[in-house]
């Protein structure tokens, strides 16, 4: 079935990096777009950036735009998100998710069980 | 940006009771929206998509309906395992995709 494995989080300083992965598995890994979602501490879920199937197309929300990168590795089955100059709004648990789509278009018919980023001095 | 606005806040329903959910669009998302639920310390999980298409494996007592700027989903016997957190969310006009602030689903 269907499994995606979250790592990477953390406690790191304002302006660090950090670098999360998801491990995929269960599926055809480069025949998906693939997204990652966050969510802060009590708080709803916020949608962060998107990449197709094949890595050509990615978008990401505003609030992180600039600042992060997702990226996708499809010989090791793997999505990333690279994020740089971390805040404290950052803070959230961090999903990645597969979209039923190659383009990303769809809905997020899968999730991670997610991986925390506390951004903190 | 698309802004999804969900009512109610907080809906409190007793087990065996109907809990009907709303999700209102700020421009017409025609039927891109899907519904997820979330318990407490799990990922969402997906109820319903194109409005009113079941998942697999989501059971037939939760139904979507609507289109355009209006969208519900109805839970028609709540059992147990179905009080959790809702939220819909669009996927019409991306980016950004757009989620509502959530229901939560409280036993009476």
């Known amino acids: 079935q269907v499994q995606l494995v979250e790592s990477g989080g953390g406690v790191v300083q304002p302006g660090r990096s950090l670098r999360l992965s998801c491990a995929a598995s269960g599926f055809t890994f480069s025949n998906y777009a693939m997204h990652w979602v966050r969510q802060a501490p009590g708080k709803g879920l916020e949608w962060v950036a998107v990449?197709?199937?094949?890595?050509?197309?990615?978008y990401y929300a505003d609030s992180v735009w600039g600042r992060f990168t997702i990226s996708s590795d499809n010989s090791k089955n793997t999505l990333y998100l690279h994020m740089n100059s971390l805040r404290a709004e950052d803070t959230a648990v961090y999903y990645c998710?597969?979209?039923?789509?190659?383009?990303?278009?769809?809905?997020?018919?899968?999730w991670g069980q997610g991986t925390l980023v506390t951004v903190s001095s | 940006e698309t802004v999804m606005t969900q009512s109610p806040a907080t809906l409190s329903v007793s087990p065996g009771e109907r809990a009907t959910l709303s999700c209102r669009a700020s421009q017409r998302v025609n039927s891109n929206l899907a519904w997820y639920q979330q318990k407490p310390g799990q990922a969402p999980r997906l109820l319903i998509y194109d409005a009113s298409t079941r998942a697999t494996g989501i059971p037939a007592r939760f139904s979507g309906s609507g289109s355009g700027t209006e969208f519900t989903l109805t839970i028609s016997s709540l059992q147990s395992e179905d009080f959790a957190v809702y939220y819909c969310?669009?996927?019409?006009?991306?980016?950004?995709?757009?989620f509502g602030q959530g229901t939560k689903l409280e036993i009476k």
């Open positions: 990449i197709s199937h094949d890595g050509t197309d990615k």
């Open positions: 969310q669009q996927y019409n006009n991306w980016p950004p995709y757009t």
């Open positions: 998710a597969r979209d039923k789509t190659r383009t990303g278009d769809g809905i997020r018919d899968s």
